[in-house]
């Protein structure tokens, strides 16, 4: 047995422990370089994508369609502009934005038609998407909205995942122009090709909600503070996002007390589905359907300067 | 006294002087660029803290290396010879020391239950992975500048008011008079620091050898030992603070501290049930996330948690402010003061502006040149006013409150907010009115408000308001630079 206080550091035992300390030392010494201002507090944010196709010269930048059936009037106007085909290419992905801002149900006319958005997921579907996704952050509590508004069965029988506010994804985004620190839905940025969907009502502060004024159901918390200078932000709204179609759902309008409305001596029947690729020309149509000129907008005429678009009635081509 | 010992308390006297005199000139605003943070920037405990919970090592913390690289060649001379307060606590046990021999030979013994320390570590820096760093609350050194900042220099003439600073300076001095009955128990059996250099001194190629057949057993090395080591039996380096006391004591000299000294034979490393070290872990896995879903820091932004400015968002601040108090003590105005409800459990200590202490010097950048972790951003001058031309950095907004504000409620004129104004132009404008007062009297009144585009929420309104105890204008957090989302104005990003 060994005599613990006698014996004398072998050379063995040196190398060891020396090894050990320089071990110890090169761990702590190579954790620390690892680590070392390896990430900083600021986070850059990813810019919007943009979903537009190519424009076609052969093709009108909106097309609208009336009759009782609202599935049918979308067929048409979708097919004015080039059938489906056109926007959607096999194995893609489609975002769907409708409005489901509200716990109405469509007879009240706060959120868009069901069969319309199921029908546009048919169509896409159809068309070779690989994924269609129908989402939207509501203002009330998004389950009542999803299952009131009738959208959340509509769509998901035609084959589309519906994806309820509450469990949406929201990352930062850079969008100059508009407040400071929004967020944006995830599964937006993610998709390849987006369509919004809104439905025409009366909006106290704009006069009109429509196409534009609908990307602030992408927008995470901060998105009421764009109120203090509406006109502008639906502009830069439409400036920032670009959808490959914008389908304006006139099948029920709301005339009064929007945008939640609540009685149904406030909506009118006017059985009229658009689609576009101008989102300023839909959002003429829109508007026209509520009897506003498009002068009478400031929104539009902002978005016009800007060069989003051309709201010139004259080029919807009725079907 | 042997020359070691003169020289080891050379040194803890010299370190303590520095930590002391740095805290000092940083109270006194002492313009020159010391470093004031040099203590903190060397401190393994911070600088791993910070680095489990915020997946980074800032800056100059990355100097925790050199005192890590100290410790494997000398073992915890950190402990024995420069932390102050360490010397702090061996001086009150050897001026309050009545001990007979046969006593001092008892409380110097080994226990168990000094492994504590190293259940605290894992408990902390468990904590800390999942992302609440609270190393700070029992880090030496964090510990002894929140008792001074908060509880010494309050009592000093013209020393600012630190409301809660007793709990600060009660733990301090519950340190310092526990070591008058057991020497260091706050280190032997507390310390989250020494317990991780302890990790390190096992390694130690310099270490206490008993060499030679001198030894008679007489205990005399056992006496004195600040860890409580025990260098007459089986010698446990990672306790060892390199004290030399026993050394020293020896008088047939078989002990030394020699390079690359034979191992002792048994317990290197201190006595760890695996079970409790993995309970404490798995114990802090558990609390920090409930310290976080229901401890009231996180989430919705509040009125009064105005942070100093540059301060990093909630959570980023929240991963890397040690609790340190050096924000506190450069604070030329005293406007900051430590969170003890405001910032949630988890956010305990951690500095909160409090407008009617103190305001926030437009020009001044103090606190965020201080920060050992860069939990405030250092600024430059330039940066914080928005003289570069961006917008400049905001830490909240004043409202008036119509209800107690002189011209608008009391149809009396004063305008001390505006006059304090620092902003270019000023965020606080008058309107002139002509109101009837009684007897059908005009008054000629100039009214505040507040251009919530200008004002970076200094306070310095709310401090100078006249209306007593609660002003007549008061900042609240929102539309501080660091939450995009506490906002009340959508001004587009310059």
Not at chain 1, 174 to 185: N, S, Y
Not at chain 1, 204 to 212: A, E, F, N, P
Not at chain 2, 185 to 208: S, T, V
Not at chain 2, 240 to 249: F, G, K, Y
Request: hydrophobic share 45%.
């Amino acid at each position: 047995m060994s005599q613990p206080y006698h014996h004398r550091i072998t050379r063995r035992e040196a190398c060891t422990r020396l090894a050990a300390a320089g071990l110890a030392a090169g761990a702590v010494g190579g954790g620390a370089l690892f680590f070392h201002d390896r990430r900083r507090a600021e986070a850059s944010a990813p810019s919007v994508p943009d979903w537009r196709v190519p424009a076609s010269p052969q093709y009108p930048p909106a097309a609208a369609a009336s009759g009782p059936d609202p599935a049918a009037n979308l067929r048409r106007a979708v097919a004015a502009l080039g059938g489906m085909e056109r926007f959607v290419r096999r194995g893609e992905s489609v975002l769907i934005k409708p409005n489901v801002g509200w716990d109405r149900i469509p007879e009240q006319a706060a959120n868009t038609d069901p069969q319309v958005v199921a029908e546009l997921v048919r169509l896409c579907r159809a068309a070779g998407a690989r994924r269609v996704v129908v989402t939207d952050i509501s203002c009330n509590d998004p389950r009542r909205c999803f299952a009131r508004s009738g959208i959340s069965a509509a769509a998901g029988a035609a084959g589309a995942e519906v994806i309820e506010s509450h469990r949406l994804a929201m990352v930062p985004a850079a969008l100059t122009g508009l407040a400071a620190g929004l967020e944006v839905v995830e599964e937006l940025l993610k998709a390849d090709r987006v369509i919004n969907v809104p439905v025409v009502k009366h909006h106290s502060l704009s006069k009109v909600t429509l196409g534009m004024k609908n990307w602030y159901g992408v927008l995470g918390p901060g998105r009421n503070r764009l109120h203090q200078s509406i006109d502008r932000s639906i502009a830069e709204l439409g400036a920032a996002f670009r959808p490959t179609l914008t389908v304006i759902d006139a099948t029920r309008v709301l005339l009064r007390n929007g945008p939640q409305g609540g009685s149904l001596n406030d909506v009118k029947a006017v059985n009229a589905v658009a689609a576009g690729t101008d989102q300023v020309l839909c959002d003429a149509w829109g508007a026209a359907q509520l009897g506003h000129a498009p002068a009478s907008l400031p929104f539009l005429e902002l978005a016009e300067q800007r060069g989003l678009g051309r709201a010139d009635l004259k080029a919807v081509h009725q079907v | 006294m042997s020359w070691t010992r003169r020289l080891r308390v050379l040194y803890q006297a010299c370190f303590l002087a520095l930590f002391l005199w740095l805290l000092a000139r940083l109270a006194a605003g002492d313009p020159r660029d010391l470093p004031f943070t040099a203590f903190f920037h060397t401190d393994p405990l911070a600088a791993v803290g910070v680095t489990f919970a915020a997946g980074t090592l800032p800056g100059p913390l990355v100097w925790a290396v050199a005192l890590i690289v100290l410790t494997l060649i000398f073992g915890r001379v950190f402990c024995g010879w420069i932390c102050p307060l360490g010397t702090l606590q061996q001086l009150s046990s050897w001026l309050f020391s009545p001990r007979s021999r046969r006593e001092s030979l008892q409380v110097n013994r080994y226990r168990r239950w000094y492994a504590l320390k190293t259940y605290i570590l894992a408990a902390l820096l468990a904590a800390a992975l999942a992302g609440s760093l609270q190393t700070g609350l029992l880090d030496p050194l964090a510990l002894l500048a929140r008792g001074l900042a908060s509880g010494v220099w309050p009592m000093l003439p013209g020393g600012p008011a630190v409301p809660g600073g007793w709990l600060a300076t009660t733990l301090l001095l519950a340190i310092v008079v526990a070591s008058r009955f057991i020497p260091r128990l706050f280190c032997r059996a507390f310390c989250p620091l020494g317990a991780l250099l302890g990790i390190f001194a096992r390694f130690a190629l310099l270490r206490i050898q008993r060499a030679g057949d001198g030894c008679s057993s007489c205990s005399l090395c056992t006496f004195a030992c600040q860890g409580a080591d025990e260098p007459l039996g089986e010698h446990r380096v990672a306790e060892c603070h390199v004290c030399l006391n026993c050394t020293d004591s020896c008088k047939e000299g078989v002990l030394s501290y020699r390079f690359l000294a034979p191992a002792a034979p048994a317990p290197a490393r201190p006595d760890l049930s695996r079970r409790y070290l993995l309970g404490s872990a798995v114990g802090a896995l558990v609390a920090a996330p409930l310290l976080q879903a229901a401890g009231g820091g996180r989430g919705a932004a509040r009125a009064e948690l105005i942070r100093p400015p540059g301060a990093l968002a909630e959570q980023e601040f929240l991963q890397r402010c040690i609790k340190c108090s050096l924000c506190q003590q450069a604070c030329p105005t005293h406007a900051l003061h430590p969170a003890i409800g405001v910032a949630g459990v988890e956010g305990f200590w951690t500095p909160v502006l409090v407008p009617r202490r103190g305001w926030c010097e437009f020009a001044c950048t103090r606190c965020g040149e201080v920060c050992p972790t860069g939990a405030i951003t250092e600024l430059t001058t330039a940066r914080k006013t928005g003289l570069d031309g961006a917008p400049p950095v905001r830490i909240g907004t004043a409202f008036v409150d119509h209800g107690r504000c002189l011209p608008w409620a009391m149809v009396t004129p004063c305008i001390v907010c505006e006059e304090m104004c620092p902003t270019s132009p000023k965020a606080i404008w008058l309107e002139e009115v002509v109101e009837t007062g009684r007897e059908d009297r005009p008054v000629r009144l100039q009214r505040p408000r507040v251009d919530p585009q200008l004002c970076v929420g200094c306070g310095i309104c709310e401090h100078r308001c006249p209306v007593g105890e609660l002003a007549a204008i008061r900042v609240s957090s929102v539309g501080e630079s660091r939450d995009p989302l506490n906002r009340m104005i959508a001004a587009a990003p310059a």
